[in-house]
Structures are given as C-alpha cells and as structure tokens.
C-alpha cells in the first residue's frame, strides 16, 4: 500500500503542472465565453489536444497497450491535476468522460472489428463519443428498471427508447453512441440488458433537446441530450459482447470511471482552496482581510483537513483496483463515489461564499465547479444508493 | 403577538391562491423557455400583470396610502405564496424587488417631484427600476467601502463609478436607477452616502454584461447588469435627502427588503416539499416508491420541522416591524436574513436530489429555486456579517 | 395565535423568576455536591417545595381545578424558566416529571378512591411517583411490544416483568408506581396494554439497580431503576380505566409530558446562551477574549437564532393544544419532539466548548445539561422514530 | 508512503487481538463495576498488565532501545487495536497516557539519573505518573499563559500554583509528577517555561479533588485530580532540561501523544460500528430488525467512510513522522487532531443512538467511549486552536 509517486508518476506529473500553467489555464477565459447553445467544443480545445499529444500528454487513463499503461495510482495525482481545470483539461488530454469509459470498454469487450472502426478513432481523437444509459422515466440507478428495447430482427437489431442527460451527445464530433438497453425483459434480472453501438447518425436518432445543469447547458462538452430512438437499426455485429451482457459490461465501466471522477474532484478542491486562499488574502472588508477572520480560518482548516483524508482513501482505491481489481476494490470505489462529491461540494461553497458575488457568477470557475460537484451526488446513481449497498456490506460483515 | 390570518389576509390569501392556481402556474412553462440573453421580460407576464391588476392583487408590498395599505403581518401570507412562483408571482403583483425597496424609498424619502416622475409610474407598472448599490472591487457589505463619487458641479451631479449586479437594470423597461455613491468622502463614517436618481438612458451609463448566477442569466428579470458610469451628469434636484444621507436611507429600505425575502424563501420551501412528496410517492426504485425509504423521510420530516419554526419567526419580525419599528425589530431582521436562505437551500438541496437528474435541470423549478436560496447566503452582506452583528448584540446583553 | 404574555402569565415570571434568583441558583452548589448511590433527594430540595408552596408557585403545570389552571401557554414561559436550572427548579415547583404526568393521568382517568389515594398526596407533595413503561428487552417506543403481564386473578391483578429506566423509582418518597403492561396480548394492537398502580412496597417488586445516563445517576432524582416485578400482587381496583386502555392512556399521557420537556429545553438553552456569553467575555487567549474569535461568535448567533425559533414554535404547539386539543396538535407536539433535544444538544456543545475543560466537569452545570437534551433524543422514543411519523403525515397531505 | 503492516506489525497484531479476545474483553464487566471515588486501579488491571508483559505485549509505543522499538508507523494499527478498549487494553501494555508521553520525555531529556530514577520503573511498570499542565484560571492551549511558578533557590526549586484536570494523579501508584510552570516570566515568550519531577509525596502538594467528565470520575484512571501546588521544594537536580526548555520539551511530548490519541480514536470508532452492527441486526422495532431501517443503514455507511479516510490520514503522519520527523509532521498531527475526536465523536452518537437508553448507560461502553472523544475535543488545546493555526498554515502556502 504505497502512495509515494515513483518515478514515471513524478515526470508525467512535472509535465503536466508545466503544460497547465502554460496552456490550460490561460486558455478558461476564452472557454468561459463559450456561446450559449453552441454545442461544438470552444476552438481552443483543438490546440490544446494538438499540444498535449505532441507533449506525450495522451490517453494517460488508459491502462494497457492501447494507452499510457499507466496504473490506476499512478494515473490519480494526473487525473486530479487535470480537475483542476475540468472542462479544458481531462479533454486536451483526451481524458475526458464519457469518451474514457467508452474506450476502456471496447478495449475490454469490443471485438477486433468493433476496436478498429471506433476505439482507434476514439484513442487517436479523431472523433468523440456519448454512453446512452439513464432514462427520464425510471430510476435507471436500478438498471433493471431500463425500459428501452433492443430486439433482434434478422441481421439488425431495432432500438426504441427514450435517454437523456447523454453528455457530449450534441458535440458534432461525437460519432458514437453506446446505448443500453433490454434484449430479453424475461430473463434473470442482470442478464435483461445489453449494449450495442450506434452510431449518432443513423436514422430513428433524435437529439430533442440539452438537459441543463442549474442554468448550464455545458455546450462545450456536447451539453447532455435527451435522444429519442425511434425504430433505430444498426448491424447485429453492433452489439458488445453477447445478448445479456450489459448489465455485467456496465458495472465494469462503472469503476474506472466513478475513481475518474474522484480524482479529479480532488483537484476541484484544491483549485477552491486556492483560489480561496487567494480572494481571502487580498480581500479587505471592515478594515481587515476576510483571512483573519476566525470564520474564513475554520473553512480553510476544515477544507485542508477533509481534502487530506479524502485524497488517500482515492489513492488507497487506485492500488486497490492495481493490486486486486475492480470487484476487490468494490467497497472503497463506493466510499469515495460517497464522500467525494459531499465533500467538495463543501468545499466548493466555501470558496463561493468567501468569493463573495464574484463567486456565483461567471468571474470564478467556482459555481460551475459547485454545479459539477453537486451533481455527482446523483450521476451514476444517487448517494442514497450507495450508502445503502455499502451498509450492507458492512452489516454482514457481522451477522455471517 | 397574535399571528392569526385577519379577514383582510384571509380575503387576499384565497384570492391569491386562485390567482396562482389559474394563471401563474400555467405560466411557468412559458417562463422557463424564456431565451438566454433575452433580457426582455417574458411575454405572459404583460398579461399576468393586467389580470393580477383587475383582481386587485397589486401594490399588496407597500403599507400607507400609495400601496394596498397592509401591515406586514398580514403581507406576510401573501408574500410567501408569491414566493411559491418567484420567477412570476412578484412580478405579476407588481412586488418585485428591486422596485418593491425602490417604491418604498421614493415614498419616503422622495421630493413630491420625484415621487411624481418615479414612483407614480412605478406604482402604475409603466416603468421598472433599479437600485445600483453593490460594486466590484470592494466588499460593499460594508457601505463605508463603497467608491463611486456623485460630485456637486453647478446645478448638476456627476457620476463616476463600476457596479455590478445590478438587478433588473438590462429589462428594456427599466427607465431609473438609484446610485448610491459618495458625495463627501471625508465625511464621517456614515455621513459620506448619498442616493441619486439616474435615468437608464443618461448618457455615460454603460451596461458592460449581465452577471450569472451559477448558469443562469435571469434574462427574464432583466438580468444582473455590470454598469459603468462614466461623468454621468443629472440635474442636482435628483439626489434623493440630502447630501450625507445615503447610508441611513439604505438602512431604512434594508428591513423590508429583507424580510420579503425571507417571506417568499418560505414559499419556495413549501413548494418544494410539495414537489419532493408529489416526486417520491410517485418514482419507484428497488420496488418501492421512494417514500417508503427512511432517509427520504428524514428529509420531508426535518423539511416541515424546520420551515414550521422560520415561519414563526418570521412572522415574529412581522408583527415587531409592524408594533415596534424596523429598528426595533433589527435583531429579528437579521436572525431571519441568517436563518431562512441556508434553511431554504438545505430543503430545496433535498428536494433536488430526490428528483435525481430531473431535479438538477430546468424540467422543475427546483435548481432555479436554490440557486436564488443560495445567493441570497450573499446578498445584502454575507450571512457571516450578520451572524457576527446578532452576536455582538447577544454578547452586549450579558455585559452591559 | 396570539403568543404574548398575557397578565397572569406575567405575573407568574415575574415571581418565578425572583424564586430563582433568591432561592433556586444558590441552592445549586449544594446540588451539585449530592452524593453518589444517594438516591435521597438533596436536603435543600425540601426546604425549596416550602419556600415555592408558600410563594403560590406549586403544581402549576396542572390545568383544570386540582393545579394552578393554567393553559399550556401560560404555563410555557414558565416551564421554560424551570428549565434554566431543571435538577431543582421543576422539582421545587411540584413540577417535575414523572410526577406531572402521573398526577395528569389520575386527573383525567382516575377513580374518584384512587385519585383521593394518590393523586392528593401527590398534588399535595408528601409523595413521589414513577412511570414503569421502558423495558430492556423490547424496543418499548412501540408500545405493542410491551412484555410485561398484567393477569387478573381474582379480586387480584399479577404483574410479572422487568422495567428499567424507571425515573425517580429510588427516591425514598416515592410511594406508587404506574406500571404499563399486557393485559390480553390477544386483543387488537392498541388494545392489548393496561396500567395499573402498584405501590412501591408491594412485595415482589424488586429495585435491581441504578441506570447511568453517561456518567451521571441522577440520584437526586431518585435516579433512573431497573426494576424486576415478580409475581406482584395488588387489587383489581387499581387499573387504570378498564383493561386494554393503557396505550390511550399513554398516548393522553405523552402530549403534555413531551411539550414540558421542550419547554424546559428552551430554558436549559437560554441558561447555556447565557454562560457562554459570560465566559467568553471574561476568558482571554492569545491576548483577546474568547468573544472576539469569530467562530465564538458564529456559535452565539447560531444559537440564538435558533433558539428564537424552537421557542416560537413551543409556543404555537401550546397554543393549539390549548384551542384544539392534544389530538389536534400532535404533529406539533412530534415536531419540537424532533426539533428541541438535538438543537438545544448543539448549543449545550458549543457552551461546553467554550468553558474548555471546565464545561465538561461538574464546575458549571453545562456538562449534565447537555446529557438531558442527549438522554431527550431517546427517551418517549428516539427521534428517528418521531420523524418516520411525522413524514408519514406530511406525505399524506399530498397522496390524498 | 507505504502502509502496508510489515512482518512486526502483523506478528504484533495477531498477538494483541488474541490477548484483547481472551483477557481484555473479557474483563471489561469488572471493570465497568468500578467503585465511584475509587481512585485506585481495578484489580483486574494487575492480571492484565501481567499478562500482557509475558506476551511481550509491554511498552510498545516507545521506539528506541528502552521501548518496543516499534515506528509510528508499526505501532499505529496496535494502539488503534487498544483504543478498541482504552479504559484497559492501553494500561495493560504499559501504553497508556500520560505515562507514555512522561517516558517519552525522560528517555529524550531526562538526565541518567532522571532516567534512573523514574523512567525505569515507569517501563518496568513499577509505578505510574502524571503530567501537570492544565490550570483552571488561564487558557492553557497557550503555554504562554501558565502562571505557576518554579523559582531557584539555593540548590532546590519552590513551586507555587494550582492545576486541574491532571490525569491519573490520584492513582496511588502514581509516584512522580512532571510539573509545567515558570522559572522566567520577563524572559522572550516560548523561553519562560520549565518542567521540573515533583515527587507526588512532596510535601505542599495537595490533592483538592477528582474532576467530572459528564458524570464521569475515571477513578480506575486515578481520576483527574485538581492539585495546589504550596511552596513545594525539590532539588535543583529535578529539572528536566535547562531552564527555560519547558516550551520546547512540551512541544516534543505533543506530537506523539496527539497521534496515540487518535489512533486509539479509531479503536473506539471501530468498536462502536461493531457494536452498531451487532445491535441493529438484532434488534426488532416495528416488525423489522433496526438494521433494514434506511436512516440506520445511512449511519453505518457514513461511519465506515468516515473512518477509512480518517486512518488513512493518522497512517500517514505515522509514516511522516517516522521519515522527517515530528516537526516535518506538524500540519499533520495537527489534521489529525482535528479531524479524529468530532469524527468518533458523531461515530458514537450514531451507535449510542442505535442502541436507546441503553446505549446512554453503563451496560454499554458507548456513552463513556463518547465522553472521552467529547473531552479530546478540549484536551491539548481546543479544535478551533489548532484550525486556526493549520489555516494560517495554509494561507501561508499561498501568499508567500
């Protein structure tokens, strides 16, 4: 259970402070003037991508040959670098939800054809993807609650169903859509569901509208659609792994992907308290700066002390998932998908309040950091629902 | 202390609530497609407006001769009702801030000259208006902080300054705004403010850019304008008092302002209990409805228990403001200025969450709702300074 | 609603609050030496019933003509007042629980023999009472679950269980205990249960020991026993009503009793309001009073505001028992129920913090009084339990 | 950084919980009879402590050639083993405070006839000790504060002053006294203090009294004894280090008795999570056992994730401190001394809430587990203390 950062660790991360400080950063402003409703990426996205691969800066998250074949702990302080600037960052480097998991999951279950027409595309940036899951009318936390069909008809399946909050799906580079849905409502509950590849244009696909976030319609990443599939067909070869394998395929993508966003919510957080840390020195209000306030001192010390915590029990996780693999490390991946968003969520709202009006407004990146915290305690399934599963866990640990 | 509905409550309550019910309610969808950037208000409420009127629900804010003449205790009802749509309930009854502090003001403070070309038609609807108090380099919480300069030359003030947040001011509508500046800055502490009447179209007025709440523009409220006044010049008989007396001005408009937020904030709660049981009685998850899930309940019940008690308190501030004055009632003011956003926001939090994605987008009220719970965590001064005033209040009782 | 004061009411604070400052604050030094395993009351406790009785303040929580008559809402500012020294003041006053709502439940349900056998010494003061509900085997907030047997034989009941938690049940004068048990666990839910009286030194009834609260016996109140009835015998006449009544009469007996606690939380509150704000301005660390750190005044404002609230809020409970009945109140009565322990717990905390080590010893009376607002989360069923009901209703309002 | 046990630590470990199963569980009962104002140790503890020093279970918090020689990082998971029953687990290993930090200090700076003297039988477990530090008039968290005085003269010191909360002291095995006071009041702050051996025999010291926490009087501790210290003389001999040193030597012996603390906190916060789990799944209300009630579920899962975070940051400022050295630790320990009491604190509420009246008393170890997190939330310098300094600490990374 080594946390230190070895050697490659150390070299990616210089690497990356150097081409964050030099390239990302100055770049928010221009990403924060982002047009509303314009759902293509903001235009210095494509420089930046150009920059970060030519600087080795590539698919860090991708363990194996096909990426950096860096380890879960060695891709966190990375991962957490990039939250710091989460809507230009993770995507300079090709790094960014929804694609990640897409990519890892066809390079698990995709067959040969399947990896050549979409993961190389996907891996060299060449287009962008969405994962077609949650459905407005069921609380798709309960995948078997999913109520869209997949039914094979001769050599094509036929797809009717209603998603949304599909992020990145109005990005016009996004070619790929992986849809989530029932082939066999009649069989055992996890073996109802399956995957199947559809690509943005086929017929029957209708983007009906973007899905806001407290006021945010996140056109630069492809904003989050709500896509009707209407008597949708695509090859039967489409389909990830066999009829029934969704559930199991999802619960795989679901790991790498919930300590993604862990990670980077660390850097969310260490971003606020910066930025705190900054407004409350400089600020003066009733002759003193807000950092001599008893009040202001208690959130920085309460943000340091939980942000601590919270990063280890990440990196506690990561060489988890190294050393004994997703399934092993399927309590602590529900500790941090638990703790994380609360606790930056706190975080982050100290670091608005210390912000003064500034802080709730386009100024800081903070409300819009808050809008990503707060949500991630409803994304891939509501805290409730992890809490409950993981006390269960713990409960039986004492009644076996 | 008697808190009961009057007749003359009773009669405006029912009145109101069929108001709501036939005409306000069914408006909101309209409202919530109102088009970013549109800092027009939104069509309906023109028609809102008149029938409000005709039902003699208007001017219901301001006591005495000008207004429906209500103490407020018996606006307080009502109040909370409009609060239950505040995007156009408060509008509609023509008893929206910043007009509502502004109409009060100019009643009270206004020359019969002013009161005649401002508040006139203010009353009447014909205009709307805005209060530019809040500035962006210095924590205008504290009024001695503020920089912009109204300068004495001949028969004429000028102008100069930068503010922002200045709610209403891009609604076309919008035809005056009140400054508060500085006309003798060697002055004591609280005898350096002055408020001046500025027409929105002087020339030297600016609008740089509307200011967002977390995502929102609130186009629909004529937006949060960033204003530069650059040697704005307006004739001397526009200052309102006399030189000097800008701050106990802005502490006079302060009181009712605040209260009839804290008095709508306890109508977004109720409409949002009302939501969050309507939601959970009707989703299903895991097999059940999620009202049978006891954390969901633990939200509803901590919900009602806690509204119940700032209710009463509120209610409490009303009748002191009523039998002792707004001075008299300064510690309650400031107890409910602490109390009813962070209440309010922790109930509309849960309210969200237990509309899972659907509670963070504009397919409910709910992220709007608490985004206007959490900024007003900021508005008028940061709850921190009024905890620390109530405390010094308490601390002198026992040392004195 | 009308909450004020009105002339009776002010006249009992007035002397209430002499009889404290006279005679209840200096007794509490001799109090507060009382020994341990002494189950006796403190020897100042019966010259303070004296003082009290002759001073007309006795028995004042008793409504109708054996007390003092007055309504729950006169009598709340004056609970209150008790509360602010609550080991001696509800006990001098003939106040205190159990004996409150034992000597209610005789009022309303006794027979004209048992109420002139115990109610008059009772009211009178030469005796002492407990209430024999909780046992330690069963979670005894759901009173269906009671173990206890009451059989009739003959002219005869026989009782044959174990109680603990019995409050005050080693006080040498207490003379009669109610006993709640099973009569036919046959019957309907709600009519299984009875009550019956078994005078203390009825044979079989064995005192096994003393409960601790933390580390507290509360021996001065006769402490809190574990009590073994073992086969103990008294006459028929002694039911309470006729058999299968006892959980009406329990439900009869909770209303009052849960609103005095509440109100006497409001003055434990006050008093810990009251010695924080002397503390921190007579304590200097760091060369300043502990009053100029803001988070010291952060725990002032926060208590305040929210002891202004609780209190109004246990004040329109009384109010409504008083205008439409206990039954009518009940979602009241179970909201301060839910609402008064834990908030008055947090300020006690916050007292205790600021006396440092002090406040935890037995050198002010914080520590001890933040173990009754704790004890209070528990006790007449722990708050979780409250909340699911509450919510219950509260959902209902919107299903229906 | 890594925190994997080596071969020591899971040797030691299997051994401590063999011992914890077989003798120290067991003898809990025992002890919890202690008599009130017994200030002498359970004789169970004897066994104990024989035990345990014939199953090399002795001293092994003390690195170096007079202790175990374990690292911090080593000992972390053994003392979190004994805070799993820290009223006898630590005293059974010799481990327990204040005698550690006392060894501590004399291994460090005793003379060798210091050592000689008193640290030798205090590892041979042939007497016991205590530190004498806190005073009742000043605010001890700044040393700077103490006003006890140790004055030259001739070849002895007088010591004059007044202390409370001095753990341990009224054991009758306790032998020595380690005495904070000053010998310099005009010298530069942090250079007045000095710490002198008081033998407990002395003439002039005298016992006043046991001090409470909630209730408690930790008799089988030797209790918290207040001590006035009257022209008590020792020889010049029995200064620990040079006059002036005490600030220092004191800052030395905090780091590790700050880190004992809390790992011993999250033996107590593991303990109570068992203790929950066992209850609720055994317990029945309302025809379901607690433990499928969501609200219960919620604790268990908050206190598991709590928890996992909070040992992740205790192992590594053992490993900090064990690699740069106590002062390269400092934000750390402090951290920890933050964050540990009020997380176990809210840990036990839960579990003490989980098991109702029950968990209050003394036929659970809940409520006194409770106490002793409350009181380490004052001990060594309240929390807001040590959030202030961490803060500026932080602030300071920012601004230089």
Redesign the interface.
């Known amino acids: 259970?080594?946390?230190?950062f070895d050697e490659t660790t150390r070299d990616y991360h210089a690497r990356l402070s150097d081409f964050l400080d030099r390239h990302v950063y100055p770049a928010e402003a221009a990403y924060a003037a982002h047009p509303?409703?314009d759902w293509r990426p903001p235009p210095v996205l494509a420089a930046l991508r150009a920059e970060a691969r030519a600087r080795g800066l590539w698919n860090l998250f991708l363990p194996g040959e096909h990426g950096a074949g860096l380890t879960n702990l060695q891709y966190a302080p990375l991962a957490e670098l990039t939250g710091r600037s989460p809507a230009l960052a993770p995507a300079a480097l090709n790094c960014a939800a929804p694609d990640t998991g897409n990519m890892e999951l066809l390079a698990e279950f995709g067959t040969p054809a399947q990896r050549k027409e979409w993961l190389e595309p996907l891996l060299d940036g060449r287009i962008r993807s969405a994962f077609a899951m949650?459905e407005?009318d069921v609380?798709s936390?309960?995948a078997t609650?999913i109520t869209t069909s997949i039914v094979r008809d001769g050599d094509e399946y036929v797809i009717n169903g209603r998603k949304?909050?599909i992020t990145g799906a109005m990005n016009p580079d996004c070619a790929i859509l992986i849809v989530m849905g029932k082939t066999d409502p009649s069989a055992e509950r996890h073996r109802q569901q399956s995957q199947i590849l559809v690509p943005r244009d086929t017929p029957g696909v209708t983007i009906v509208r973007g899905?806001?976030?407290?006021?945010?319609?996140d056109g630069a990443h492809g904003g989050h659609a709500e896509i009707i599939f209407d008597g949708v067909r695509v090859p039967a070869e489409n389909l990830i792994g066999a009829e029934g394998d969704g559930f199991a395929i999802s619960q795989a993508r679901l790991g790498p992907g919930r300590i993604h966003h862990c990670m980077r919510l660390i850097g969310m957080a260490e971003r606020a308290?910066?930025l705190m840390?900054?407004r409350?020195?400089s600020?003066?209000?009733?002759g003193r700066p807000?950092?001599d306030?008893?009040?202001?001192?208690?959130w920085?010390?309460?943000s340091?002390?939980?942000i601590?915590?919270?990063r280890?029990?990440v990196l506690?996780t990561a060489w988890l998932m190294d050393t004994v693999g997703n399934r092993g490390a399927h309590t602590?991946i529900q500790?941090i998908k638990?703790?994380a968003p609360s606790t930056v969520e706190w975080i982050l709202d100290k670091a608005v309040?210390a912000h003064?009006?500034?802080?709730?407004?386009?100024?800081t990146p903070l409300?819009?950091l808050?809008?990503a915290a707060?949500?991630l305690?409803?994304?891939d399934g509501?805290?409730?629902?992890?809490?409950?599963s993981?006390?269960?866990r713990?409960?039986a640990?004492?009644?076996s």
């Open positions: 259970m080594d946390f230190a509303r409703g949650t407005p609380a936390s309960d609650n949304w909050f899905m806001h976030t407290f006021g945010y319609d308290i910066e840390c900054r409350v020195t600020r003066v209000a009733f807000l950092a306030q008893g009040v202001v001192q208690d920085i010390a309460e340091r002390v939980r601590e915590q919270l280890l029990l506690k602590e500790a638990i703790a309040q003064g009006a500034g802080g709730v407004s386009q100024d409300a819009q808050w809008v707060r949500t305690r409803l994304a509501p805290d409730e629902v992890h809490r409950r993981l006390a269960r713990e409960l640990r004492w009644t």
